[in-house]
């Protein structure tokens, strides 16, 4: 009887070899890290996300006969979501969420406002606008227009034609960090009042970043600028942002970091080289690259400039101490 007490209390006294030992350790909900450790501890950043490209031309089809087939109503956000082969949505890359967003004309993407944050590129369409958070803002092709977390916001189109641009939002965090959540406001319209794009915290006209592009210093052709507040912060604590110029047949500085990046084809056309994998890229194009991918852009030598739109998840990872760029030195990275 008191051999059979210490057992129940000691099952390790029981245990014969490995397939005992993990039988026992899951029964009381533990695992050996000894079996995991490589993969746990990797050598390298591992991202499970691919690089891969979706063209323009032919989403753009499908995007547009959604706005026939698919009510505002019905939809909330007509959205085609640009998800990873290696993953579901809302991954395009591990970190990032991006998906093309429609707006037929007389229509309305009903008002509501979320944690996530949000920015979006404006493709294509005339008469567009998003209203955020009182804010009325007509929506230009190139734009970067931010939607802040917790802002209310809803968007709508006059005229013809449709209206599409670029969604960048943080979703994949919420995966691992369960708390985002949405709030519908009453009404489909915030009340709003039309704003002057060009004196707006979270607009960012194209004509004033090209022109920053093109009068700009290059080295060897190349130039990127960031989209920044105006006090030189990035425009969240999570997703920043740059556009970048490429004069014809140049190429950008070849890239290995922790953070993972959209990019957008604003104008142009050329090539990356991901990992040694070339992705050819024309106007209209938007393509991702995964964590510590190297790459490396190169602009078409006969076709003139290359503009780039890129967002990426680097704000967040320095804040939170893990970005890094290959060739750094390593014992920069020791905490205190």
Not at 200 to 211: C, H, N, T
């Amino acid at each position: 009887m008191a051999s059979q007490n210490s057992t129940a209390s000691n099952p390790g006294m029981s245990l014969n070899d490995d397939d005992d030992l993990r039988v026992a350790a899951e029964t009381v909900h533990t695992k050996p890290l000894w079996e995991q450790m490589a993969k746990l501890n990797p050598p390298f950043p591992n991202p499970t996300c691919i690089p891969h490209i979706w063209r323009y031309n032919d989403i753009r089809p499908i995007l547009v006969r959604a706005g026939d087939l698919i009510s505002e109503k019905k939809a909330e956000r007509r959205v085609l979501m640009l998800t990873n082969p290696a993953r579901d949505a809302p991954y395009t890359t591990d970190t990032i969420y991006a998906g093309l967003q429609l707006v037929m004309p007389n229509e309305t993407a009903p008002a509501h406002r979320h944690v996530a944050f949000a920015m979006r590129f404006i493709i294509e369409g005339q008469g567009g606008f998003t209203a955020v958070h009182g804010k009325r803002i007509n929506m230009q092709r190139g734009d970067v227009i931010l939607t802040p977390t917790w802002n209310w916001h809803d968007h709508g189109k006059d005229g013809s034609g449709p209206m599409i641009w670029l969604d960048g939002l943080d979703l994949p965090n919420f995966r691992h960090f369960p708390v985002h959540f949405v709030e519908h406001y009453a009404d489909p319209r915030y009340p709003a009042e039309n704003v002057d794009t060009s004196n707006s915290p979270i607009v960012f006209p194209w004509d004033k970043m090209q022109k920053k592009l093109d009068e700009g210093v290059k080295v060897n052709g190349w130039r990127s600028e960031d989209y920044l507040k105006a006090d030189g912060r990035p425009v969240s604590k999570i997703l920043g942002g740059c556009a970048e110029i490429l004069e014809e047949g140049s190429s950008s500085p070849g890239l290995r970091e922790t953070a993972s990046s959209v990019y957008h084809v604003v104008e142009g056309s050329g090539y990356t080289v991901i990992d040694g994998e070339r992705i050819e890229w024309q106007r209209g194009d938007t393509f991702c690259i995964p964590t510590w991918k190297k790459y490396q852009h190169t602009a078409a030598g006969d076709a003139g400039s290359v503009y780039l739109y890129r967002f990426h998840d680097k704000p967040m990872l320095s804040a939170l101490g893990f970005y890094r760029v290959e060739g750094q030195d390593i014992e920069g990275l020791v905490s205190d």
